[in-house]
């Protein structure tokens, strides 16, 4: 390999994932060679349920140090009927978030002109938000533990784990990119009306973090009124910084107010760059379109976008958000969740022509 060139560990996974990042292979390869001059060696695991069914395990014993020498990971997604996630997507993706300190989630979600929109009398361009999504810790940690299994008595615990560093470094990256905005407002979701302890540590953290960044307008909303406020105003959102679970749950309907899952992309930051980033569609498997050729691939192709821009490779990276924003302002190319019939080879076509220009 030349110097110049990136090495990218591609984890294609399960049911559309590979249908997915074929596609973005593609867009990313016809980018960079347009607009930025690199080059790309996509290294192709196979690691996925079928792999786990031949070998017992979701990746070899060395897989993680194998990943570590790659400068981004592109992820398609894991999880199959016939494995339980508990294996699928507890072996691979959550432990991967935390074993690469990958602190910040970033999912944009943005209203593409052309894109129908569930909510009446939203303008192109009027939803364009940023989560961070705490991707470490929070409610996610692992711990916890069952008890009396099976019996009467049966108990589960299970706990939430904030920490002071852990909330100040996603809130300080929201802060930052939030500066880089126009807009340049944050919004903090909380619930410590309830969950008093940990969700108190969160909203004392964030006073502090705030008081640093006077030129950012921020304020702290809970995550019902959240949830209320997606579908009523979305457009008052700029940057959230949400929790492992509020994020979690605020991006699918962020995602589902700006058209489809299929269009919504994400990235797993370690900001430090000690391990690398990974970046994938916010959608999973999605087994019940798997192998049939419709899955929309613009959700992974903005995802390679994102990766790209993480590379330094920013003017590839814009041009393929511009040429993902040409193709639906178009309306010519449709996969079936935009109300359209074409395939997901046709919308990777219509991705990379437009770049082609
Ligand atoms: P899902 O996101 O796979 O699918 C939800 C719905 O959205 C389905 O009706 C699906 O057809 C549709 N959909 C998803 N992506 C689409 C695309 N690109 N184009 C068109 N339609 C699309 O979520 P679901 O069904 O809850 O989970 C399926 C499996 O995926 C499970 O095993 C789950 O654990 C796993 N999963 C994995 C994730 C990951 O690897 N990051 C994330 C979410 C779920
Ligand atoms: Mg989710």
Redesign the pocket.
């Known amino acids: 390999s030349s110097p110049s060139s990136l090495r990218i560990a591609v984890i294609a996974?399960?049911?559309?994932?590979p249908e997915?990042i074929e596609q973005a292979i593609r867009a990313a390869e016809a980018a960079v060679q347009r607009y930025s001059p690199a080059r790309l060696e996509w290294n192709r695991l196979p690691w996925s349920t079928a792999y786990y069914k031949k070998h017992g395990h979701m990746l070899p014993p060395d897989g993680w140090d194998l990943l570590r020498e790659h400068d981004a990971i592109l992820?398609?997604?894991?999880?199959?009927?016939s494995v339980p996630?508990r294996i699928?997507?507890h072996e691979l993706?959550l432990p991967m978030r935390r074993r690469f300190d990958q602190y910040v989630n970033l999912r944009p979600a943005y209203l593409f002109a052309g894109v129908p929109c569930p909510l009446v009398g939203k303008k192109p361009g009027e939803i364009d938000l940023l989560v961070f999504r705490e991707n470490t810790e929070g409610e996610y940690a692992p711990v916890g533990g069952r008890l009396y299994p099976e019996t009467p008595a049966e108990v589960a615990v299970q706990t939430a784990l904030f920490t002071r560093r852990g909330c100040e470094r996603i809130m300080r990256a929201a802060f930052e990119a939030a500066r880089r905005r126009p807009r340049k407002k944050v919004t903090s979701i909380t619930k410590s009306n309830a969950l008093i302890w940990g969700m108190g540590l969160w909203d004392a953290v964030f006073e502090d973090v705030r008081r640093d960044y006077p030129d950012v307008q921020s304020h702290s909303l809970l995550v019902d009124a959240a949830a209320m406020d997606l579908v009523r105003k979305p457009e008052t959102f700029d940057v959230i910084v949400a929790s492992n679970l509020f994020g979690d749950i605020l991006t699918d309907l962020s995602a589902a107010v700006t058209g489809?899952?299929?269009l919504a992309s994400s990235a797993n930051i370690n900001p430090t760059r000690e391990y690398p980033s990974m970046f994938?569609?916010?959608?999973?498997?999605?087994?019940?379109?798997a192998g049939r050729g419709?899955?929309?691939?613009?959700?992974?192709i903005l995802s390679a976008g994102l990766m790209l821009d993480h590379l330094g490779l920013s003017a590839a990276a814009e041009a393929i958000r511009q040429a993902v924003a040409a193709v639906l302002a178009e309306g010519k190319v449709r996969?079936?969740?935009l109300g359209g019939s074409h395939t997901t080879t046709d919308m990777g076509n219509a991705v990379v022509a437009a770049l082609q220009g």
């Open positions: 996974g399960d049911g559309i994932g997915v992820f398609g997604a894991v999880g199959d009927p996630d699928t997507v993706l489809s899952i299929g994938e569609p916010v959608h999973g498997s999605a087994p019940d379109i419709i899955a929309n691939p613009l959700a992974a996969t079936p969740d």
